[in-house]
């Protein structure tokens, strides 16, 4: 059964060094659907891992399970499903950001809503803030920057097995309508590449400390195993 020492074992030969065109050919270690399950059936019944993973995983402000299934710091990377649970309402990402890392994405089930942005004098007016981590508490905290304009210069429907690398420095935002199916991502993170991001919003954010929820052990196995039975 493949296992996520088997995973690891494989990303270190890519990501040593890291360089971002290794992206697709890592992430094409999980090769499709079958590879997936049989990962995520091993870690189900391995409480250590399960324990590993709840300590990184929480339910996301934009309506997500953001499930951290490794997390690898020498060298640096991590391997993480995104769930939208089906019957939702709209989901959207009011953001638009960049992120500290480049990540490579593929839908397993479902679709969004994928748009880039760039600044141009031409677009329409957005309050910036820079979004500096916290790691000692374990968040974040927003600083206002000023108003810039963005413009769209990439709006597309991603569906089912659609696959994207993602540039560190590119801004972007993901929405997933209102629907009654299960949508899903699995996303390989490389290594930090800068110290914070950039978050775009129409209205004001608040600067004060966000911190997350973490899961406990017995939620993660929960939701691997509700996950398991509506992909499987």
Known sequence: MLT???IKLDFDKY?????PSIMKDALSIIKDRSTLIELLESIYS???ALAMIAEKSYVHRNGFDKLVLLASSKPEFRLRIHIWWPNSDEISDMHIHNHKWDFRSK????????????????GEKWRQ?????????????????????LQCVSDAILVKDCEYTLDHRVLHKV???AHSRLTSTII???PVLQSSTNVYSLEVLDKSLTQPRLCNTDEVKFKIKKYLDMIS
């Open 188 to 190: 390989l993170q490389s």
């Open 107 to 122: 839908i397993i089930e479902g679709k969004y809503r994928h748009q880039e942005y760039i600044i141009n004098d031409d």
């Open 15 to 19: 990501f040593s060094p890291y360089n």
């Open 129 to 149: 803030y820079i979004c500096h981590s916290i790691l000692h508490k374990k968040g974040h905290q927003m600083e206002f920057q000023g108003i810039h304009r």
């Open 175 to 177: 929405s997933v309508a």
């Open 4 to 6: 996520l020492k088997d």
């Open 46 to 48: 391995d409480e250590t």
